[in-house]
Every structure is written in C-alpha cells, then in structure tokens.
C-alpha cells in the first residue's frame, strides 16, 4: 500500500513543477505592470521618496501636466501610433492573408522556396533591417514621413506564414470548386470565401500586427526626426531623456506609459471572442 502510494506522491510533486513555473512567470509579468500602476498615481515628491505599493492620489494631476506638456504634444503622439498600427495591421492583415491563400490553395512553380524563404524572413530579427531599410527609403525621399515607418512594416513573414496554415486548414478545396464551377472568379473567390472563412486568422494577425507596431521602438526612432511624427515610443523617450536633466518629468513618463497600455488592452479584449470560432462554423457559414 505504501509502494503504491510513493509513486502518486512523486506523480504529484512533478506535475506541481509547471504550475509553479507559471505562476512564477505571471508573478515576472504583473509586477512591473503593478508598479507602473501604482507609480502612476504618486505625485513628483512621492514618486522618489516613498518606495511602497501603496497607491496615491496624484494620478490626475499627472494626466493634467501631461496633457499640457508641450501644449499636448502627449496625444498626438498616441494618435499618430494609432494611425501607424491601425493602418499597418489592416493593409499587413490583408497581404498576409492573399499571401497565405495564395500559397495555400494554388500550385506554382517555386512554391515551396518562396515558403521556405518566408519562414527564413521569420527568423530574422527586425533590427538587423532598420538601417537596411533606413537606406532604401532615403533614396526615395520618405525618411521622417508616415510613410517611412508604415511600408517596411506591411509585410510581415510571420503573418503571412499563419495565415498560410489557416487557409489549408479553413478554406475547403471542394468549396472552391464549386464556386469556379459556378463562374465565379479566382478574385471573387478569395474576396468572398476566403477572406470570410478566414476571418479567425486575419483578425489574430492583424491583432499581433497591431500590436508589434504600436511597440516597435527602433523603426521609427531611425526614421524620424520630427517629434509631430513621433509614435508613443519614441515619444516616450524623448521624454525620458530630458527628464534626465529635469527629474520631475518621470512622473508623466510613468503616466504615459500606463495610458499607452489602456488601447492596447481594449483592442485585445474586443477581439478575443473572435478567436473562439470554429473552423467547421465558419465554413458552414
């Protein structure tokens, strides 16, 4: 009884090991999220002189001066990372998704290594490409411009590789065949079918596209040199520099930060239902 019984202990004490490792984990994510929350709500005096995470009431005044900095510069800021991440994870979306069906669903000559290279692309790291790609435009002029941060930043291989995946798998071939059987065309086809059976996909794409850019730090700090074209990073920074020189501006350094949070987080909660929809569903849809 008693040999039988060691083994289920140790059973357990093993399986106690992952979950440990996660709540480790959780705990290495929250707390740097607790204490900019908290920080946040500190006035300029309690931000250095009390090391506690007890929250203030000084959260307020710091959006206060922070939208008056620089006459609000803050919020253009955030609107110019909204239109860079919106833009780019729409149009970035939309050319995954074409790419990926088209190698998912279409047989041609060099398929395979135009695969292999795309998943080659996804190895490699954006930052070996920012000075690339700092060349390239400034050869045409569209340094410091939107454009210069929004184009290199449409295609990107890791999307095009998921949505590739979730083609073969969503969009049956038989109804395919029977829709060019009806007439319809190789364009009408991808438009109306799909795109629809694979709105999952092009939604968790767009959502990781989003999000990549509204955190991409280096592309736009190499590209620009306008602070009204700067996105939240860069932004950010720019601030934190010169807060080296005048300490009472980390205070709305660390408020920026958590208000730089707040869409990220709404964007992810209004489209997680998506991705609970079944592949069977939508392709009886």
Not at 89 to 103: I, K, T
Not at 122 to 129: A, T
Request: hydrophobic share 50%; glycine share 10%.
């Amino acid at each position: 009884m008693t040999a039988a019984v060691a083994p289920r202990e140790t059973r357990g004490r093993i399986a106690f090991l992952p979950t440990a490792g996660l709540v480790l984990g959780a705990i290495y994510c929250v707390v740097p999220l607790l204490w900019i929350v908290i920080a946040a709500t500190k006035s300029r005096s309690e931000l250095f002189s009390t090391q506690t995470y007890v929250p203030s009431s000084g959260l307020f005044q710091n959006i206060g001066d922070l939208s008056a900095y620089q006459g609000g510069i803050y919020w253009h800021w955030m609107l110019n990372s909204f239109i860079y991440a919106a833009a780019g994870g729409v149009l970035g979306a939309l050319f995954s998704a074409a790419a990926g069906y088209a190698l998912a669903k279409y047989t041609f000559r060099g398929r395979a290594t135009l695969f292999n290279i795309i998943l080659g692309g996804v190895l490699l790291p954006q930052i070996v490409l920012a000075i690339p790609q700092y060349l390239l435009l400034s050869k045409v002029g569209l340094t410091d411009s939107y454009f210069g941060v929004l184009l290199p930043q449409l295609f990107n291989p890791y999307g095009i590789y998921l949505c590739r995946i979730y083609a073969a798998s969503a969009v049956p071939d038989s109804l395919l065949e029977a829709g060019r059987i009806d007439g319809a065309s190789e364009f009408r086809l991808f438009g109306s079918v799909g795109l629809r059976l694979m709105a999952p996909g092009i939604i968790t794409v767009f959502l990781l596209q989003f999000i990549s850019i509204w955190n991409n730090f280096l592309l736009p700090w190499v590209m620009l040199t306008s602070a009204d074209k700067f996105p939240l990073t860069v932004g950010l920074y720019s601030l934190l520099t010169s807060g080296a020189n005048q300490a009472s501006l980390y205070s709305l350094v660390i408020a920026g930060t958590l208000l730089s949070i707040v869409p990220v987080v709404a964007l992810f909660l209004s489209l997680q239902r998506y991705w609970r929809i079944d592949l069977v569903t939508g392709a009886v849809k």
